[in-house]
Nanobody, 126 residues
Framework: VQLQAFGGGLAQAGGSLRLSCVFS????????MAWFRQAPGKERECVSV????????YYGDSVKGRFTISRDSAKKTVYLQMNSLKPEDTAVYYC????????????????????WGQGTQVTVSS
C-alpha cells in the first residue's frame, strides 16, 4: 500500500483547502483512513478518522465543525475538506491507512496505522 497526499498550500484565515490522499494497492475498502498533522515543535496529532465503511468518523476537538473527511471508493481517495481555517491549523498534514475489520473502533493512535503518505504542508496566514 502506498499513499500520496496533496492539496496543501497557503490560505488566509477563514479560507478553505481540500486535501486528497490517493491509495495505491489492493483492498482500499478494508482500510480505515485518517489524517494527522504535525506543527513545528509539536507532536503529531490525529485530526480525523474515517471508518472503512465510511459510516463512522472521528474529529479532533480543534477541527470539529470545520473539517470534513470523506472517501471515494471508485477513486481510492480520501479527502479532508478544511473550512474556516485558522493560523493554528498550520502544519504538515499526513494521511494514514489502517487495515481493520468492519466493526473495529476508530483508532487515533498513530502507531496503529500501517501506511503513511509523505505529508503536505498547509500554511494559514492571519
Amino acid at each position: 500500500v502506498q499513499l500520496q497526499a496533496f492539496g496543501g498550500g497557503l490560505a488566509q484565515a477563514g479560507g478553505s483547502l481540500r486535501l486528497s490522499c490517493v491509495f495505491s494497492g489492493h483492498g482500499f475498502s478494508r482500510y480505515a483512513m485518517a489524517w494527522f498533522r504535525q506543527a513545528p515543535g509539536k507532536e503529531r496529532e490525529c485530526v480525523s478518522v474515517l471508518s472503512r465503511s465510511g459510516g463512522d468518523t472521528y474529529y479532533g476537538d480543534s477541527v470539529k465543525g470545520r473539517f470534513t473527511i470523506s472517501r471515494d471508493s471508485a477513486k481510492k481517495t480520501v479527502y479532508l475538506q478544511m473550512n474556516s481555517l485558522k493560523p493554528e491549523d498550520t502544519a504538515v498534514y499526513y494521511c494514514a491507512a489502517k487495515s481493520t475489520i468492519l466493526t473495529a473502533p476508530l483508532e487515533i493512535r498513530q502507531s496503529s496505522y500501517d501506511a503513511w503518505g509523505q505529508g503536505t504542508q498547509v500554511t494559514v496566514s492571519s
